[in-house]
């Protein structure tokens, strides 16, 4: 679907920016999606300082390690799906079929400007976030981004668990993850840092971003004082 209606979006809209709860029972399911309990606001983790924002391609591991890594860091932990689905009181699936994939876009960027403007957590976007620039743009200045990669065996496998991403019913979900891959890897590469994400245990994958976290955190820090000394 190319266009739709942003009046009748508008609403919604409102909802993505201020964080507020959609009306459940607008749409034909409810949403399956929720926000996470803070896992605290205090940080035993001098890895970071800045919110972490998390992309990469449908069954990377963004949400898992997502939550896992913000109860290492002790920050709350948000998920961008997630509060796009509270926002619009049904699930993606839903915004896609009733209101297009350009409405999500938009309802996307929107929501997750409004959470890189709090303060610091662990974000975990949807695939497509990273692709638009505005969004790029605001995770840059806010943020620092973690691309988690994986191979195209591991996300078929992890994607085919559940049967809730409106992209993969387009097609052969194979074709359309290795055409995703060969779309979106090259902005990915944009982020601050890359991990790949591997198979088993999520705890492996955690302490990986944990170390490329920590690893990057003293030339960050001399950026930031080096700004400040110019200024
Ligand atoms: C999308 C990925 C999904 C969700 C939506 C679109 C994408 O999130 O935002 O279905 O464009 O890759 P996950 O990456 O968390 O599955």
Known sequence: MLGFDYGQFAAVYRRFESGATGR????????????????????????TDRTVVLVGLM????SCIGRRLAARLGLPFRDADAEIERAAGCSIEDIFELHGEAAFREGENRVICR???????????????????????????????VWLRADLDLMLKRTGRRNNRPLLKRGDPRKILSDLMAQRYPVYAAADLVVDSV?????????RVLAALRARAPSSKAATSAEGAEA
């Open 24 to 47: 459940p029972g607008r749409s034909r399911r409810r949403s399956a999606g929720g926000v996470m309990p803070d896992s605290g606001d205090i940080q035993n983790d001098s890895a």
């Open 59 to 62: 069954g990377a591991g963004k």
């Open 115 to 145: 959470l890189l403007a709090g303060n610091p957590h662990v974000l975990a976007t949807g695939g497509g976030a990273f692709m638009n620039p505005e969004t790029r743009a605001a995770i840059a200045a806010r943020a620092v981004s």
């Open 199 to 207: 198979d088993g245990p999520p705890e492996i994958t955690v302490e």
